[in-house]
């Protein structure tokens, strides 16, 4: 079991209830304190669901029932506004810079575990913010997001 945090943010939409068809993975480009400082004490709008430091330790910012502000302008399963229906989990540091760790492999494993089944979830309902936001955004790295994806899919099965 990986520790967890909870470092509310003002930075969410409490209605309409969020959707929970899948998680967008991001990485907060930021060390792991760097990023909760930023999200909790910048101006800027954005959170997520939770955040995964290089040791696995978790944060959660807001929490699954509301609309975090992760996602941006974005595309996925033919929908836009992909906030209100994606769950949004970052990984801290840069993936195009240094590789996810083990850990942060574990415990986003962990995180989706009891959240797998409770809604339906197949690997299909996972995606990174590159693929919903081709050309704008470039996270994860495309060999780091096919190891979370094979992680994954070993975990869960394909569906
Ligand atoms: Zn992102």
Redesign the pocket.
Known sequence: MFAEIYRPSINFTAAPAHERLGV?F???TLEFDATIEHILHSDHPVSYHCLIATDGTRCTFVTDEHVAW??GASAFLGRTRCNDFLLGV?FAGNTHLAPLTTAQLGSAIEWLAPRWTRHGWTPACMT??RTI?PGR?D?LAPAEWARLLMAISEKFGRG
């Open positions: 967008c991001h990485h907060s992760h996602a970052a990174d913010h936001a955004k996270d």
